[in-house]
């Protein structure tokens, strides 16, 4: 697997730098190396999409970069902090405010309504309640949603669905968003709401890292990182 450094627009400040990233995984005497002295930097408010075949561990890279998995070698820098040495609730914090996650599933809790859902991470940070959903009644309706705020998933179309996660992985002003298959489970239209909503982000600032099996997705990317399997 063929795993370069890639230059970026030559900016000075970078986001995100990933150093020498290392990751394998056992089965049984196999070894399956994933990762193999990856290297990436990333700008303040760009956005990446991440290509490749299935099995070439975009998804694992993610997972790095968010703090939900470990490397077996090399360094994540964000915002010019290692982020493997943050332990405890600094990686929690790390976690739940400096990123943001949005995945292929969405993974709303069904007892909760769209609104409730798009609170949980403020109020895990322990943000007021009033506060909290001040705000995400506000990232609701910024993502078209004002009318369906009361609704709960089931109630909700799959596009809706992934909106609600949207707005959800905004909730804390996160300067990051981490996208995996954001759009792989939906159809045509419903992927372009959804990708448009990264439009805004970026106008926002925020740095997002997408990883996409759609070309027209990836294509609209400011960058476009292609990832091989060993």
């Known amino acids: 697997m063929l795993q370069h450094v890639f230059q970026t627009s030559g900016k000075d400040f970078k986001l995100l730098e990933i150093i020498n990233l290392n990751k394998s995984f056992k089965k049984g005497d196999y070894t399956l190396n994933v990762l193999n002295n990856f290297c990436l930097k990333v700008d303040d408010g760009e956005r990446v999409a991440i290509v490749g075949p299935s099995g070439a561990g975009k ?73 909290a959903k001040k705000r995400a009644e506000d990232l609701l309706a910024r993502v078209g949603l004002s009318d369906r705020s009361d609704h709960f998933p089931t109630e909700l179309s799959g596009g809706e669905q992934q909106r609600t996660s949207i707005a959800r992985a905004l909730m804390n002003n996160p300067k990051m968003i981490l996208a995996d298959e954001p759009t792989g489970s939906l159809d045509r239209k419903n992927s372009e709401e959804v990708f448009s909503m990264f439009d805004l982000m970026k106008q926002d600032g925020i740095t997002v890292l997408i990883v996409t099996h759609d070309e027209s997705i990836a294509d609209a990317c400011d960058r476009k990182i292609e990832m091989e399997k060993s």
Do not use: W
């Open 59 to 131: 998804s694992t890279l993610l997972q790095i970069i968010g703090g939900l998995d470990k490397p077996d070698s090399g360094s994540v820098v964000f915002n010019g902090d290692s982020v493997f040495d943050k332990k405890g609730r600094q990686l929690d914090r790390y976690r739940n405010s400096a990123v943001g996650f949005v995945f292929q599933f969405h993974y709303l809790l069904e007892d909760f309504t769209a609104l409730e859902n798009v609170m949980i991470p403020a109020l895990i940070a322990g943000e007021n309640r009033g506060d």
